[in-house]
């Protein structure tokens, strides 16, 4: 038993043996006991029954493997018993892989996968709605860190990061409530089940690092101790059999024909059948010889371009003929040969984008190809442009196309011979050949090597003179034409060509041709074999007894055993000998490697061998001895051909000779090779001049060898055997993988239920340096969505049993829609390129990027925290600043009385009133642009006055009562706000609710109302109505507003004194607004503070009664609020008013008031910024032609709570530079709730500057400024000039100590406007009194800071401000609510944001957030919904590749789905608490496992 590499059999083991066994598998796959573990346990519980298993007795180990020459495989294909061929398609059919994959799978029985959710317009079947969710209330496991928890589950609650904004304390009611959502949603579920099968890590985590070109530190593989490691002595060079040189052999292949033709005219030559499989014409070698002649001839003496011969001998003619017309071909053929020209064999180009056609295109190109050969036929259907000429295809050079059909064609002079051939080393032709890339090179073989090949066949498949070959194969290159165009006319021998339509329709045609035309030789593929199997069922009367020969072309194929042992079982009973199959090997570099000789050619015995997959994968050739899941069975592919020398050597690096238990790519020295790579000297000297060394570095030979592309090894006999092409080769970690490996295992998964056999590919594709596996299949259309995503998991599971490796992502395309290659079978490195282009459109995606990609660096650990001081310190040493910065100092700059007699804003109004009562303050402009309210400061004063008399007298409010203002944009709202300070009370802005979604925007206003304790509602009489209307009953209780009062009309009365405030701290307004994390608060602003923010403002931009400026804002909270209602009073400059939603209706009435009103200052936010940018961009010469000019704009600042948006702004400076906006003009303000200014750009001082600084640095929270353009640079523009009175200083979030300008921190600010606390936080009560009077824990601790939740840093730039002092420059980088904590690192979403944007064109707007350390990406599809499943694998790798991430969850849904607040930010909390709730109604949610 063990010579046939099986040696357990022999002993059978008891039950509780083989249960140990088990449990150790189970053990050490689920990562719970080292490898070494693993096998002392395992070599314990075997060793009183195998003596002879690795790991036990070394001196028996030898008899296991195949070191060189032994009787390890076994002798003859086995018999086995004939089955029912219908019970299984049979064409990749392994019984052991069948067995494996089975028992892999039974391994998995218990784990549940959480299935993707489609929308139903997406569904094209029903599915199953959702799994029954695991228990929810056990902990998720820290997937972010990638180890497991299995000790502390039970007991340990994980902490939920701060990103998440849930109450920390009992994180087990977080999870349950999430923000007030509760788990039991269907999404939740499905995340939990996506966490439960993340639970315990695949396999143990990785130790060793290297640093990568980047810096950074990823994980590597490191060789396991105890992989297999080859043990043979080193190979010797297999030489094959002396080609024998007869007498009787033609000079040149030339020479034959012209024997042929002239002795044996009537002699046929090649037949060709039509798609019924009636034999249509047959030619003779009269025939032949005769028509290549005359397209000689017509190809050197009729063909003129400006009366010079278009065509010189050696010139590359194009050879375009269907595969149904082997006839014209071979004329073709041997008429370019004869005219000393190099045919260059293309397919036919059936539409303009072929699979791949681009790059026959560059092949042609480089190759100089200008003229096209074809038939009538051919030429009639290829695409046509308009002239009527052949279209010109994408990527071809520009071809003349010539019809060779008889009548086109001009008898030569009877005196005319064409040149004679000698067999030289020119190129006789060119074939095509596809790189794994998708790239096309051109492979040039010699008249020597033809002549060569053709002999060599000759001899080592013994053809004789007459005899008839059936040809199935594509005539055009590769076997097909090495054996039925050339060596076929070299030996007067007759084929039948079997084209490949008949062979769709008549799978059993080619037998039947063998049977009628008593063929002696076939030349198939194991496909062609596998067909005729399905269809021969009730056939009579077909017997193969006449074959001598069944050469299969693809020997080499992993399933090509099982497909000739199946046939072998049907025909056997047909005349079938079992000698006559011979698998080849073959190459386009090397032409026909190896083949199996026939016994009476002197070939040895066949044999096979069953080899462990997981020593394939290190390269090492191991015979299986116990394992029967993860094996590879594989026969001989014959003796290397007659004059050939044959060695394997190492795959990559020198090429040293492998050992002889080694698998290494086989290389050839013969004179029967093709001879480079037409025009690319450089592959070409690695591929066709390769001189293989010893182990000691001497050179086996003085001649070079070609590398063949195949994996493989000598066995015994002398027998090559090919495991794998290098194609195919997929290297993952350490290990190597096939590709048709993994294929067949895939199709073991009872796979003809779901998706089509033929139709399956797998490819790697490198993300983060590693290739992952990516595996393509069509699916079935009646298959359910459910059973689909089974078979899938099945598949991921049986692939990572048997191969040990991860499948990074499997996708399942609708039928028929991958590109085909010419004669079947799929385009693979077309598929590839589909995939990362996002344009395979699949309708099912399952993604394992948290199974595969083992190599990420490990996750960062907090260092113990250094103290405040100690950071000091080290900042000194390192020669660093304190980052600490200060506006204009406010004493210099104004008189004091002045400042003091301007305290209150009340009294600024009245002054106003008095002294210029007829000065405009305010133009409000309507959508068409024509004003329609403008106020003077009389006129202001006065409507305050009535307003406060209304709230005294009806509404009967005291002193410091609150009061909400609900009104649209307008002077109305300027005017209640004044008549409120005028009596005393408190005024709170809100946003007026949206008539058309009073069911969501009605809600926010009554909770602003009852938040801030508001005993009176100011509005209009339009809102009134609207909410006491029977839709507002809806969404709230309308009993319980408080009073409203309807300014419209309320008597001109005045008040009898008006309120002046007890002290400047008094209270002057509340400030609410929403922040992005979804938190509601109120902040309280003194008359001091508001009058401080006025006198910064008012000193920033130089603002006077004078100027104009004009604002773009929402007058509701933050500095809008303060630019549209307070700073006009206060510096009596003219406001021209623009309300945001009048853009809806007009677009450009911003940049035309702005034009219209010369404003030299103006404010914006970005929301109005993208509406124009978006809407105005292609406009610009419709807007000039309006007399819009941009020119006098001096600022154009955007107001904004985060990062500037660098690609926005620089886009619409670009966009208007045509109307005269100047360049440096744009540029933004910074402000939060604590302070709402506290960067201003304004009109003097230096220009805002741009940083670029390392991305990978900023997730440590330290700075590195980089070039621009290096990898992984961010650029950051400052957020504008730090206001006078400001000063702002960064410090460490955790420890509150002063940080150096090289570190990254929070952005405190110290200043008169800030405000003075919260009055009252809805939301969340971690946000506390500390956020308005912080000290700084070293160094300066007098200070009172106040904290604005912002992180950034400060840069001493070489600029100078209006001081002559060096300008410092602050740069927001983002808020510290909404950074994500992930493996140990702080990341900013707009970072990944942006490169989820970038993946693909589709995506339209992207939004991130965590939930329970899974990253979720929710992505905005600008696209049809059967394409969404492209982003997910190209967001996946995006985040990978960028950020070092795995993506949790992918959410795909429609445009404008992601919440956007008014200032334009992402409201991402909003979302998560949408996504949990299962509202967002997406596309497409796939979960990566």
């Known amino acids: 038993m063990a010579e046939r590499g099986c040696p357990l059999e022999a002993v059978p083991l008891p039950a509780e043996v083989r249960e140990s066994l088990a449990e150790l598998e189970l053990e050490l796959s689920e990562g719970d006991i080292t490898q070494k573990g693993y096998e002392k346990k395992r070599a314990k519980l075997l060793a009183r029954y195998v003596p002879l298993i690795q790991g036990v007795d070394p001196s028996l180990q030898a008899e296991t493997r195949i070191p060189g020459p032994s009787p390890a495989t076994a002798p003859a294909p086995r018999q086995q018993k004939p089955r029912p061929s219908h019970a299984r398609d049979e064409r990749f059919r392994s019984d052991v892989h069948t067995e494996a994959v089975q028992a892999a799978l039974a391994k998995y029985k218990e784990r549940k996968m959480p299935m993707p959710s489609k929308r139903r317009s997406v569904l094209t079947h029903t599915s199953v709605e959702a799994h029954t969710p695991p228990d929810l209330h056990s902990a998720p496991p820290d997937v972010t860190t990638g180890l497991a928890q299995h000790q502390h589950a039970s007991c340990e609650r994980p902490q939920l990061a701060s990103a998440t904004g849930v109450p920390r304390g009992d994180s087990r009611r977080a999870l349950e409530t999430a923000g007030g959502v509760p788990v039991s949603s269907r999404v939740s579920s499905k995340i939990q089940q996506l966490l439960n099968t993340l639970k315990k890590p695949k396999r143990p985590p990785l130790k060793e690092f290297f640093v990568d070109d980047f810096e950074e530190l990823l994980e590597v593989q490191q060789p396991d101790p105890s992989q297999p490691k080859p043990e043979g002595g080193q190979m010797a060079v297999l030489e094959g059999e002396l080609l024998a040189v007869g007498s009787t052999w033609p000079p040149s292949l030339l020479a034959a024909l012209q024997q042929w033709g002239t002795t044996q005219p009537k002699a046929p030559c090649l037949t060709a059948l039509d798609t019924t499989g009636k034999a249509v014409y047959t030619l003779t070698y009269g025939k032949l010889w005769s028509r290549s002649l005359k397209l000689a001839y017509t190809l050197l003496n009729k063909l003129t371009n400006k009366n010079e011969p278009l065509l010189k001998p050696g010139d590359r003619v194009a050879l375009v003929f269907p595969n149904s017309d082997p006839v014209m071909f071979t004329v073709a053929f041997y008429g370019c040969l004869l005219a000393e020209l190099v045919p260059v064999p293309i397919e036919v180009p059936l539409t303009r984008k072929d699979a791949g056609s681009q790059q026959v295109g560059f092949l042609l190109g480089s190759c100089g190809v200008a003229l096209a050969l074809t038939t009538d036929a051919c030429q009639k259907g290829l695409p046509k442009a308009q002239t009527g000429e052949v279209a010109a295809f994408k990527g071809w050079p520009p071809l003349?196309?010539?019809?060779?059909?008889?009548?086109?064609?001009?008898?030569?002079?009877?005196?005319?011979?064409?040149?004679?051939?000698?067999?030289?080393?020119?190129?006789?032709?060119?074939?095509?050949?596809?790189?794994?890339?998708?790239?096309?090179?051109?492979?040039?073989?010699?008249?020597?090597?033809?002549?060569?090949?053709?002999?060599?066949?000759?001899?080592?498949?013994?053809?004789?003179?007459?005899?008839?070959?059936?040809?199935?194969?594509?005539?055009?290159?590769?076997?097909?034409?090495?054996?039925?165009?050339?060596?076929?006319?070299?030996?007067?021998?007759?084929?039948?060509?079997?084209?490949?339509?008949?062979?769709?329709?008549?799978?059993?045609?080619?037998?039947?041709?063998?049977?009628?035309?008593?063929?002696?030789?076939?030349?198939?593929?194991?496909?062609?074999?596998?067909?005729?199997?399905?269809?021969?069922?009730?056939?009579?009367?077909?017997?193969?007894?006449?074959?001598?020969?069944?050469?299969?072309?693809?020997?080499?194929?992993?399933?090509?055993?099982?497909?000739?042992?199946?046939?072998?079982?049907?025909?056997?009973?047909?005349?079938?000998?079992?000698?006559?199959?011979?698998?080849?090997?073959?190459?386009?570099?090397?032409?026909?490697?190896?083949?199996?000789?026939?016994?009476?050619?002197?070939?040895?015995?066949?044999?096979?061998?069953?080899?462990?997959?997981?020593?394939?994968?290190?390269?090492?050739?191991?015979?299986?001895?116990?394992?029967?899941?993860?094996?590879?069975?594989?026969?001989?592919?014959?003796?290397?051909?007659?004059?050939?020398?044959?060695?394997?050597?190492?795959?990559?690096?020198?090429?040293?000779?492998?050992?002889?238990?080694?698998?290494?790519?086989?290389?050839?020295?013969?004179?029967?090779?093709?001879?480079?790579?037409?025009?690319?000297?450089?592959?070409?000297?690695?591929?066709?001049?390769?001189?293989?060394?010893?182990?000691?570095?001497?050179?086996?030979?003085?001649?070079?060898?070609?590398?063949?592309?195949?994996?493989?090894?000598?066995?015994?006999?002398?027998?090559?055997?090919?495991?794998?092409?290098?194609?195919?080769?997929?290297?993952?970690?350490?290990?190597?993988?096939?590709?048709?490996?993994?294929?067949?295992?895939?199709?073991?998964?009872?796979?003809?239920?779901?998706?089509?056999?033929?139709?399956?590919?797998?490819?790697?594709?490198?993300?983060?340096?590693?290739?992952?596996?990516?595996?393509?299949?069509?699916?079935?259309?009646?298959?359910?969505?459910?059973?689909?995503?089974?078979?899938?998991?099945?598949?991921?599971?049986?692939?990572?049993?048997?191969?040990?490796?991860?499948?990074?992502?499997?996708?399942?395309?609708?039928?028929?829609?991958?590109?085909?290659?010419?004669?079947?079978?799929?385009?693979?490195?077309?598929?590839?390129?589909?995939?990362?282009?996002?344009?395979?459109?699949?309708?099912?995606?399952?993604?394992?990027?948290?199974?595969?990609?083992?190599?990420?660096?490990?996750?960062?650990?907090?260092?113990?925290?250094?103290?405040?001081?100690?950071?000091?310190?080290?900042?000194?040493?390192?020669?660093?600043?304190?980052?600490?910065?200060?506006?204009?100092?406010?004493?210099?700059?104004?008189?004091?009385?002045?400042?003091?007699?301007?305290?209150?804003?009340?009294?600024?109004?009245?002054?106003?009133?008095?002294?210029?009562?007829?000065?405009?303050?305010?133009?409000?402009?309507?959508?068409?642009?024509?004003?329609?309210?403008?106020?003077?400061?009389?006129?202001?004063?006065?409507?305050?006055?009535?307003?406060?008399?209304?709230?005294?007298?009806?509404?009967?409010?005291?002193?410091?009562?609150?009061?909400?203002?609900?009104?649209?944009?307008?002077?109305?709202?300027?005017?209640?706000?004044?008549?409120?300070?005028?009596?005393?009370?408190?005024?709170?802005?809100?946003?007026?609710?949206?008539?058309?979604?009073?069911?969501?925007?009605?809600?926010?206003?009554?909770?602003?109302?009852?938040?801030?304790?508001?005993?009176?509602?100011?509005?209009?009489?339009?809102?009134?109505?609207?909410?006491?209307?029977?839709?507002?009953?809806?969404?709230?209780?309308?009993?319980?507003?408080?009073?409203?009062?309807?300014?419209?009309?309320?008597?001109?009365?005045?008040?009898?004194?008006?309120?002046?405030?007890?002290?400047?701290?008094?209270?002057?307004?509340?400030?609410?607004?929403?922040?992005?994390?979804?938190?509601?608060?109120?902040?309280?602003?003194?008359?001091?503070?508001?009058?401080?923010?006025?006198?910064?403002?008012?000193?920033?931009?130089?603002?006077?009664?004078?100027?104009q400026i004009a604002i773009c804002l929402d007058p509701y909270c933050g500095l809008g609020f303060a630019l549209w209602c307070l700073c006009s009073v206060y510096s009596g400059h003219q406001s021209v008013l623009v309300p945001p939603p009048e853009l809806e209706a007009n677009a450009s009435l911003w940049l035309w008031a702005v034009s219209q009103y010369k404003a030299r200052v103006t404010f914006c936010s970005y929301s109005v910024m993208e509406t124009c940018a978006r809407g105005l961009g292609a406009q610009t010469a419709v807007l000039r032609m309006k007399g819009v000019n941009l020119s006098c704009v001096r600022t154009c600042m955007v107001v904004a709570e985060e990062r500037p948006r660098i690609a926005l702004t620089q886009s619409f400076s670009k966009l208007f530079r045509d109307l005269g906006l100047p360049a440096r003009a744009v540029s933004t303000t910074f402000g939060c709730r604590v302070n709402v200014a506290i960067c201003l750009q304004g009109t003097a001082g230096p220009d805002p500057t741009t940083v670029y600084v390392d991305m990978r640095a900023l997730r440590h929270d330290r700075v590195r400024l980089v070039e621009r353009g290096s990898p992984h640079s961010l650029p950051l523009t400052e957020s504008g000039k730090i206001l006078p009175g400001v000063k702002v200083i960064i410090a460490h979030t955790e420890t509150r100590g002063p940080l150096g300008d090289s570190h990254l921190g929070e952005v405190w600010v110290s200043s008169p406007h800030s405000a003075t606390g919260y009055y009252t936080v809805y939301g969340e009560e971690g946000l506390h009194a500390d956020h308005f009077s912080a000290r700084l824990s070293f160094g300066d601790t007098q200070t009172v800071w106040a904290r604005t939740g912002f992180l950034g840093f400060l840069r001493r730039t070489e600029l100078t401000d209006a001081s002559g002092e060096r300008h410092d420059a602050l740069y927001v980088v983002g808020s510290l609510d909404e950074a994500l904590e992930l493996r140990g690192m702080r990341y900013h979403p707009v970072d990944i944001e942006t490169s989820v944007i970038r993946a693909h064109r589709s995506v339209a707007e992207c939004a991130v957030f965590t939930w329970t350390n899974l990253l979720v990406v929710v992505v905005e599809l600008d696209g049809l919904e059967q394409d969404a499943l492209d982003l997910v694998a190209l967001v996946t790798n995006a985040v990978l590749e960028e950020h070092l991430l795995v993506v949790g969850v992918v959410v795909i849904v429609d445009p404008g789905v992601i919440p956007i607040n008014s200032r334009g930010e992402k409201q991402r909390m909003h979302l998560r608490d949408g996504f949990l709730a299962d509202q967002l109604d997406p596309i497409y949610v796939a979960y990566n496992m």
């Open 400 to 1107: 003349t196309w010539l019809v060779i059909d008889g009548k086109h064609l001009t008898k030569p002079p009877k005196d005319w011979h064409p040149s004679a051939q000698d067999a030289g080393a020119g190129t006789a032709y060119i074939e095509y050949k596809t790189s794994k890339e998708g790239s096309t090179v051109g492979v040039a073989v010699s008249h020597a090597s033809l002549l060569a090949q053709c002999q060599a066949l000759t001899q080592a498949c013994g053809y004789s003179e007459a005899e008839t070959l059936t040809n199935v194969l594509d005539f055009k290159r590769d076997a097909g034409l090495w054996h039925g165009v050339l060596t076929s006319v070299m030996n007067r021998m007759h084929v039948v060509s079997v084209p490949y339509a008949l062979m769709k329709a008549n799978p059993l045609s080619w037998i039947q041709k063998v049977c009628a035309y008593k063929a002696r030789a076939a030349l198939v593929k194991s496909r062609d074999m596998h067909w005729s199997l399905l269809a021969q069922r009730g056939q009579r009367g077909v017997s193969l007894s006449s074959l001598r020969l069944l050469i299969v072309a693809d020997g080499a194929n992993p399933w090509s055993i099982s497909s000739c042992d199946a046939f072998l079982n049907v025909f056997q009973a047909r005349g079938l000998r079992p000698e006559v199959i011979c698998p080849c090997a073959s190459s386009p570099e090397a032409l026909t490697v190896a083949i199996r000789r026939p016994p009476d050619l002197g070939g040895p015995p066949p044999r096979r061998a069953v080899l462990s997959m997981s020593g394939l994968s290190h390269g090492v050739i191991r015979l299986d001895a116990e394992e029967k899941l993860s094996v590879l069975a594989v026969q001989d592919v014959g003796q290397a051909m007659p004059g050939a020398n044959v060695c394997v050597v190492k795959v990559e690096g020198i090429p040293y000779l492998c050992k002889t238990d080694e698998v290494g790519e086989i290389c050839v020295n013969s004179s029967a090779t093709a001879t480079a790579y037409y025009g690319l000297l450089g592959i070409t000297k690695n591929i066709f001049e390769t001189v293989p060394v010893t182990a000691g570095g001497a050179p086996i030979s003085d001649r070079p060898f070609t590398r063949t592309g195949l994996l493989g090894f000598i066995g015994p006999d002398n027998l090559v055997f090919v495991v794998g092409k290098l194609d195919g080769l997929m290297v993952v970690g350490v290990r190597r993988h096939n590709a048709d490996d993994i294929v067949a295992t895939a199709l073991a998964v009872e796979p003809m239920k779901f998706v089509y056999r033929g139709r399956i590919a797998v490819f790697s594709v490198t993300v983060l340096h590693d290739d992952r596996i990516v595996l393509v299949a069509e699916q079935r259309p009646d298959a359910s969505e459910e059973d689909s995503f089974q078979w899938m998991s099945r598949v991921l599971q049986a692939i990572d049993s048997i191969h040990q490796v991860g499948v990074y992502c499997l996708a399942l395309v609708p039928a028929n829609t991958l590109p085909k290659a010419p004669l079947g079978g799929i385009h693979v490195s077309e598929t590839k390129q589909r995939f990362l282009e996002g344009m395979l459109h699949p309708c099912n995606v399952l993604m394992c990027p948290h199974t595969c990609v083992t190599n990420l660096p490990k996750p960062r650990q907090k260092q113990p925290e250094v103290g405040p001081a100690s950071m000091i310190v080290g900042n000194l040493v390192a020669g660093r600043r304190i980052a600490q910065a200060s506006g204009r100092e406010l004493s210099h700059l104004e008189d004091s009385d002045q400042a003091r007699k301007f305290l209150f804003l009340p009294d600024v109004l009245q002054w106003r009133a008095h002294s210029t009562p007829e000065h405009l303050l305010f133009l409000l402009l309507n959508a068409k642009g024509t004003v329609t309210s403008t106020t003077t400061c009389i006129q202001l004063h006065k409507k305050a006055e009535r307003v406060a008399a209304a709230l005294m007298e009806k509404a009967r409010l005291t002193t410091g009562a609150h009061v909400a203002l609900v009104y649209p944009p307008g002077v109305d709202l300027i005017a209640a706000f004044y008549g409120c300070l005028y009596c005393g009370c408190v005024p709170v802005t809100v946003r007026p609710p949206h008539p058309q979604n009073l069911t969501t925007t009605l809600p926010t206003v009554k909770m602003i109302v009852e938040v801030s304790k508001s005993a009176c509602v100011l509005t209009t009489q339009a809102i009134t109505r609207l909410l006491k209307s029977k839709e507002a009953l809806a969404a709230v209780d309308v009993r319980a507003w408080p009073t409203i009062l309807d300014t419209d009309d309320i008597p001109k009365k005045k008040v009898a004194s008006i309120f002046r405030p007890p002290s400047p701290d008094t209270l002057a307004y509340l400030d609410f607004s929403v922040s992005t994390t979804g938190i509601l608060a109120g902040v309280k602003m003194s008359h001091a503070a508001t009058s401080a923010l006025c006198r910064s403002i008012k000193l920033q931009c130089e603002l006077y009664p004078s100027r």
